[in-house]
């Protein structure tokens, strides 16, 4: 069999496997989080009230780039500080965060984000720490199930260089202008 031929970019990059890990996104940094998780049950059943955003490692006393454990609710310091909410994790098995931050979910059993706002059991943690962080309540977000619900013929969605009757409106906008100045 022939050989596949590859992009300059995909060869350049010893790092990547294939081209498709460059296209979804593997070199973008973009990364789509999840919306289930298998270690949800591990949660603290007290989410409603967490410590400030503001709230410096338990450890450290760094005062940026926290974490809140969200089976424990201690707050400590990312990976890129001195990685104690990493440690707490390999220490306790609680994989469960979220970022002070960025208020992102992450799962460190899964090595994924988790989506706090379709998740309806992150949900709650996601909006008291929107709330301290924004002073207002998050604006509503919902799956996109309601899309189901379209036509699934749709072969006839205009594109670009589809004609359309900009033409006809404009030449009436024209026609009335002409009979509101005379």
């Known amino acids: 069999m022939a050989a596949q031929a590859r992009s300059p970019c995909a060869q350049e990059d010893p790092f990547l496997e294939n081209e498709e890990e460059l296209f979804y996104g593997a070199e973008s940094g973009w990364v789509e989080a999840r919306t289930s998780c298998d270690h949800l049950a591990s949660l603290s059943s007290n989410l409603d009230h967490i410590p400030t955003l503001d709230t410096a490692c338990n450890r450290c006393q760094h005062p940026n780039k ?9 707050v400590l310091c990312g990976r ?3 990685k104690h909410m990493l440690q707490h994790y390999q220490r306790t098995n609680h994989c469960l965060a979220l970022s002070y931050s960025d ?3 992450w799962c460190y059993s899964c090595h994924a984000y988790l989506d706090a706002q379709l998740i309806a059991q992150l949900r709650p943690v996601y909006e008291s720490a929107y709330i301290l962080k924004f002073g207002k309540a998050p604006p509503a977000r919902t799956s996109c199930d309601h899309l189901a ?3 699934s013929d749709l ?3 205009p594109t670009p260089d589809t004609a359309c ?13 002409f009979f509101f100045f005379f």
């Open 165 to 177: 009757n900009r033409f006809l409106y404009f030449s009436s906008m024209r026609f009335d202008l």
């Open 66 to 74: 926290n974490w809140l454990c969200l089976r424990c609710k201690v």
């Open 103 to 105: 208020l992102s979910v």
């Open 149 to 151: 619900s379209l036509s």
């Open 80 to 82: 890129y500080v001195n």
């Open 155 to 157: 072969t006839h969605i």
